[in-house]
């Protein structure tokens, strides 16, 4: 017997002019670049949902992969990657890389080539040991048939410089077509973010072999590394590209207040930690206290305080009546999802839904429209989200 939990949402009947229950901010004198850029009204709508569990023994769960003919690939931060049916049977899968599991990091991302019905080649974010220090990596390989060992595993980009700390390593990839992007954070080195002689702290887009596409934004700059794609970004751990226009978005983490949803533009700078819209963990400003600066960009959203966001998708699918194009995002602290209503790249509304679920790392839609969420406090699980 399936066991259901049934949750109805925060956001019922409440007044036009009301925003998301979230306290106070941590920093009450910065004031929004634009209309709705944080605290947008809260959606009005009721929402009701069920939520069914399909695999719960998992322990610090952290990505996952729908596949083509039903199933999922599930990364666990410990080192392990596995195969779960959708009636969740689980394999373990054999022959991963050396992963280095130390604070934040160890094995993370997982994604699928476009091609992996035929291809079997999956894609894998990881902390990699580079001599006593780390570095976030992504490699590739080839599943096989019975979904219990990986062939051909090889790296196609390394964190350049490799760091000690335990800190902020990313990390999403997003394949698509013939190009990978990779989120990588600033690695608890907050100035390495700005730094474009490292992949601290940056958005990077390598080919699928790993080597350097020619229309990379600084090909051909002797003064900046050819994989940067952006950079001055603190520790994104989502990352969707938009259904409409193809373009990649990011979610990051901010400080005390300050967690960003950002519109990705190849070779932008996104500020940290010159610009912030949080504080210090201590109570001070970061750097000058600035929110803006020449030649920086603005975040699409921001929290104030934090969602302490996982990853994010678009929603596309029939099953949440009137919820396309929305972004519907994992919160690990206070937990649940978080929806924000779009019109076009600017936020009009926003909503929070199954807090219960507590910690949620990662959200994305299943081939019947349903969400699925992965959380690791103190529900740990693969779950399965629909409407009651």
Wanted: proline content about 6%; overall charge negative; hydrophobic content about 40%.
């Amino acid at each position: 017997m399936i066991r259901v939990l049934t949750i109805v949402a925060l956001a019922i009947a409440v007044p036009a002019s009301a925003q998301v229950r979230q306290g106070p901010p941590n920093a009450p004198d910065y004031e929004p670049a634009f209309e709705n850029q944080t605290r947008a009204i809260q959606i009005r709508k009721r929402e009701a949902f069920r939520v069914e569990p399909i695999y719960e023994q998992l322990v610090h769960p952290w990505g996952r992969a729908i596949l083509p003919g039903g199933g999922y690939l599930v990364t666990e931060r410990i080192g392990r990657l596995s195969h779960i049916s959708a009636e969740g049977e689980v394999t373990e899968i054999d022959g991963l890389p050396e992963i280095a599991v130390l604070g934040q990091g160890g094995l993370m991302d997982v994604a699928i080539a476009e091609d992996f019905a035929t291809s079997r080649r999956i894609f894998l974010t990881y902390a990699a040991p580079v001599g006593r220090e780390t570095a976030t990596t992504a490699a590739t390989a080839v599943l096989a048939a019975d979904n219990a060992s990986l062939s051909g595993v090889n790296e196609i980009f390394v964190q350049t410089p490799a760091i000690s700390s335990g800190q902020h390593f990313g990390s999403r990839i997003v394949v698509t077509g013939d190009y990978a992007y990779i989120t990588i954070g600033d690695r608890g080195a907050p100035d390495r973010a700005q730094d474009v002689q490292a992949t601290i702290g940056k958005v990077v887009r390598v080919a699928l072999d790993g080597t350097v596409p020619s229309d990379n934004p600084f090909v051909g700059d002797n003064s900046t590394l050819d994989q940067i794609w952006s950079y001055g970004h603190r520790n994104q751990q989502g990352a969707a590209l938009h259904p409409e226009t193809g373009a990649l978005w990011t979610l990051e983490h901010g400080p005390r207040g300050g967690d960003e949803l950002n519109k990705i533009e190849a070779g932008a700078n996104y500020g940290w930690p010159v610009i912030s819209y949080g504080i210090n963990y201590g109570g001070s400003p970061v750097k000058e206290g600035q929110t803006s600066a020449p030649d920086m960009m603005q975040p699409q959203y921001y929290w104030d305080p934090v969602i302490a966001p996982g990853d994010f998708t678009f929603y596309q699918g029939d099953m949440f009546e009137g919820w396309n194009g929305d972004v519907i995002a994992a919160s690990l602290n206070p937990g649940g999802l978080v929806r924000l209503e779009m019109d076009g790249d600017r936020v009009i509304g926003e909503a929070r839904y199954v807090r219960d679920l507590g910690r949620v790392r990662e959200v994305d839609v299943d081939q019947d429209g349903s969400l699925l969420v992965l959380t690791d406090n103190p529900v740990v699980g693969l779950f399965r989200v629909l409407p009651r």
